[in-house]
């Protein structure tokens, strides 16, 4: 069973790094996968909105509630194991897991094989120049320092408590196209018809991977519960907007209101109560 508590005015729930506070009435703690689909499931049931919160490091207000309830992501944290592929080597993470921890496991050397196969992790660390204090989650929610070329694979969670893994790859539009299944479900939808300019938002094109759909795009598709991210020799420093609640007209300033109207309509098949992290990207 899942924990729900009362939030007080003075909830650290309530903010972000952003001057905005928020107001919402429960704060729900699952410290596992089955918890938070039990939450989530509560929450759809009783129609009750739902903001993601992981460390709130944003400026924009993404994770500052708006009502309803808050689903708080702080006790998933850790590393899963490790694994390779021909693109290189991957960690496999719990969402809350920090930038400082993901390093520090690396560092450690006591990190099991997912596959019982032998993976060096000599000399690699977190691919993008990030704060310690990041989460995984975040980092991919708001595709913050362009993290996006280094997500592997995702775990989901949607609002009706159904999920799936997805990895690069693995699911592509047709054209503009773009179908696939999701535990009971098969989803089905039209993508916009502009292309991104840049890596802010989810990355829409023609053909797009359905991974992309959902790194940048704040949570308002699906929570994220496990990733594969590519660790590097290097880090890369690539500066990224994310709208939040304070700036979610990006969208809309670049591409116009059909692509907004567009993307709701996405967002009502993926979340047909309209309850997760209302108020951001639109």
């Given at each position: 069973?899942?924990?729900?508590?009362?939030?007080?005015?003075?909830?650290?729930?309530?903010?972000?790094?952003?001057?905005?506070?928020?107001?919402?009435?429960?704060?729900?703690?699952?410290?596992?996968?089955?918890?938070?689909?039990?939450?989530?499931?509560?929450?759809?049931?009783?129609?009750?909105?739902?903001?993601?919160?992981?460390?709130?490091?944003?400026?924009?207000?993404?994770?500052?509630?708006?009502g309803g309830d808050i689903?708080?992501?702080?006790?998933?944290?850790?590393?899963?194991?490790?694994?390779?592929?021909?693109?290189?080597?991957?960690?496999?993470?719990?969402?809350?897991?920090?930038?400082?921890?993901?390093?520090?496991?690396?560092?450690?050397?006591?990190?099991?094989?997912?596959?019982?196969?032998?993976?060096?992790?000599?000399?690699?660390?977190?691919p993008v120049k990030a704060?310690?204090?990041?989460?995984?989650?975040?980092?991919?929610?708001?595709?913050?320092?362009?993290?996006?070329?280094?997500?592997?694979?995702?775990?989901?969670?949607?609002?009706?408590?159904?999920?799936?893994?997805?990895?690069?790859?693995?699911?592509?539009?047709?054209?503009?196209?773009?179908?696939?299944?999701?535990g009971r479900n098969f989803?089905?939808?039209?993508?916009?018809?502009?292309?991104?300019?840049?890596?802010?938002?989810?990355?829409?094109?023609?053909?797009?991977?359905?991974?992309?759909?959902?790194?940048?795009?704040?949570?308002?598709?699906?929570?994220?519960?496990?990733?594969?991210?590519?660790?590097?020799?290097?880090?890369?420093?690539?500066?990224?907007?994310?709208?939040?609640?304070?700036?979610?007209?990006?969208?809309?300033?670049?591409?116009?209101?059909?692509?907004?109207?567009?993307?709701?309509?996405?967002?009502?098949?993926?979340?047909?109560?309209?309850?997760?992290?209302?108020?951001?990207?639109?």
């Amino acid at each position: 069973m899942f924990l729900r508590e009362r939030i007080k005015d003075d909830s650290k729930y309530l903010n972000d790094r952003s001057s905005l506070k928020g107001h919402a009435k429960n704060v729900i703690l699952p410290n596992d996968e089955t918890e938070l689909r039990e939450g989530i499931r509560y929450s759809s049931k009783g129609n009750t909105k739902v903001t993601i919160s992981g460390s709130r490091m944003g400026d924009q207000g993404g994770a500052v509630p708006c009502g309803g309830d808050i689903m708080s992501m702080e006790h998933l944290t850790g590393v899963i194991g490790a694994g390779k592929d021909d693109k290189g080597v991957y960690l496999r993470v719990l969402p809350y897991t920090t930038v400082s921890f993901f390093n520090n496991s690396i560092k450690s050397g006591r990190i099991q094989s997912i596959d019982g196969s032998d993976v060096s992790l000599d000399g690699l660390v977190f691919p993008v120049k990030a704060q310690l204090e990041n989460t995984v989650g975040g980092c991919i929610a708001v595709n913050r320092y362009g993290i996006r070329p280094y997500v592997r694979r995702l775990r989901v969670v949607f609002s009706d408590s159904t999920f799936m893994s997805m990895e690069r790859g693995e699911y592509l539009a047709n054209g503009r196209k773009m179908t696939f299944p999701a535990g009971r479900n098969f989803f089905a939808f039209d993508l916009p018809s502009y292309d991104s300019k840049d890596d802010s938002g989810p990355k829409i094109s023609e053909n797009m991977d359905l991974l992309d759909l959902f790194i940048g795009s704040e949570g308002i598709f699906g929570i994220i519960i496990e990733a594969d991210i590519y660790l590097s020799a290097t880090v890369s420093d690539s500066q990224t907007e994310e709208s939040g609640k304070m700036r979610n007209s990006l969208i809309k300033d670049k591409y116009g209101q059909e692509a907004v109207e567009d993307l709701k309509k996405i967002k009502s098949i993926l979340d047909p109560n309209y309850i997760l992290n209302i108020g951001n990207m639109f």
